[in-house]
């Protein structure tokens, strides 16, 4: 089993940029592929971007492609969501999720851990 920390959040302005970051411990973070969501309030869970184990491939939504890039250091079992040109309606809170099996999955029902998430606030 592994656990899942997300950091980085906060409170920035329309055209800023966050680095998020999602932190494993308890097991190797090689072994899963990966995946951003979020999640704002009244809505769905959205599927953001998803990457293999080796980082070798990456998936995006159309709604974040070209604004937003998802990386991953393995050697510090770390998985990272760049996000640029921020908008207000990025508001919402991002999650990162482990993926046992092959990856790149867009459907949450997919992953099997997830961490609590980290508020992203995107003012006009």
């Known amino acids: 089993q592994v656990q899942l920390v997300e950091s980085g959040g906060g409170l920035v302005q329309t055209g800023d940029s966050l680095r998020l970051s999602c932190a494993a411990s308890g097991r190797t973070l090689s072994t899963y592929a990966m995946g951003w969501f979020r999640q704002a309030p009244g809505k769905e869970r959205e599927f953001l971007a998803a990457i293999t184990r080796t980082g070798s491939s990456t998936s995006y939504a159309s709604s974040v492609k070209g604004r937003f890039t998802i990386s991953r250091d393995n050697a510090k079992n770390t998985v990272f969501l760049q996000m640029n040109n921020l908008e207000p309606e990025d508001t919402a809170v991002y999650l990162c999720?482990?993926?046992?099996?092959?990856?790149?999955?867009?459907?949450?029902?997919?992953?099997?851990?997830w961490g609590q998430g980290t508020q992203v606030t995107v003012s006009s």
């Open positions: 999720a482990a993926d046992k099996e092959v990856g790149l999955c867009i459907s949450s029902t997919a992953y099997d851990y």
